[in-house]
């Protein structure tokens, strides 16, 4: 089951290029769909759309509907005015970006940042919101999540970091999490404990994942379909193993061919523990 269609999606900046050329994607709850390409093929651009944080002065067209809880219906994000978008926003679908800093604040510590997004969005009063805090924490497995809650993020590494900010990202149960290139500054080790972090927030709570990297390794040992951006447009998509070992478009092949070795398509259930960058 659909989690969040895309269909058709451009954006237009203010100086008038197109740089997303009708993109069609369909995310699944309970299964990670990978989204390569190299640098400036809109990737990004692309779940930025979906959350609506796109530069200012950019025009958006298609349609990017994800789907209402239970009722089977669905909600077009890009015909929602700013107030209804923000109630979406970090509550039924929510990023995590490359770089943690971006999504946390230095001077404030990690519980008061998780207690005012649960405070915010679930209406929870102090008790509450710092009990699911610690569970989520837990959840993500920070150690002594009780103590984390009084540190800061400087006083945590990078990967301990990035976990911190997949934890406010799913502090209030999203539907759909975008997961933007979230490994590519963590060393190899912290890489693949991130990787194993995702599958498993995947698979035990039905989360829908968008997979945004530019590392074919990272999709072999993650996701279970893949789909290949060049140029603003999505130019094949197919199961993780189809694609990865027999594709079919030209410019995939030589994504794979750039690697230093061809990556095996791996089992969703486990992460490579070096995983292989085109870079």
Known sequence: MSALEITGLTVDLPSGVRILHGVDLVVEAGRIHGLAGESGSGKTMTGLAALGLLPQGARAGGRILLEDSGSGAGTDLL??????????????????FQDPSTSLHPMLSVGHQLTDH??????????????????LLGQVRIPNPEEALGRYPHQFSGGMRQRIAIAVALACDPRVLI?????????????AGV????RRLCDE??????LVTHDLGVMSALAD????MRH???????PRARVLTAPEHEYTRSLLDALPEHAPATGPGTAAESPRSTS
């Open 225 to 228: 379909t893949v789909s290949v």
């Open 179 to 191: 997961a933007d290139e979230p490994t590519t500054a963590l060393d190899v080790t912290v890489q």
């Open 232 to 238: 603003g447009r999505v130019v094949e998509t197919g």
């Open 118 to 135: 649960l405070r915010h969005h679930l209406k929870l009063d102090r008790k509450a919101a710092r009990a699911k805090a610690v569970d």
């Open 205 to 210: 709570l039905g989360l829908a994942v968008l």
């Open 79 to 96: 015909g929602l005015p700013p107030k209804q978008l923000n109630s979406l926003r970090g509550n039924a679908i929510s990023m995590v």
């Open 195 to 198: 990787l194993r972090l995702l």
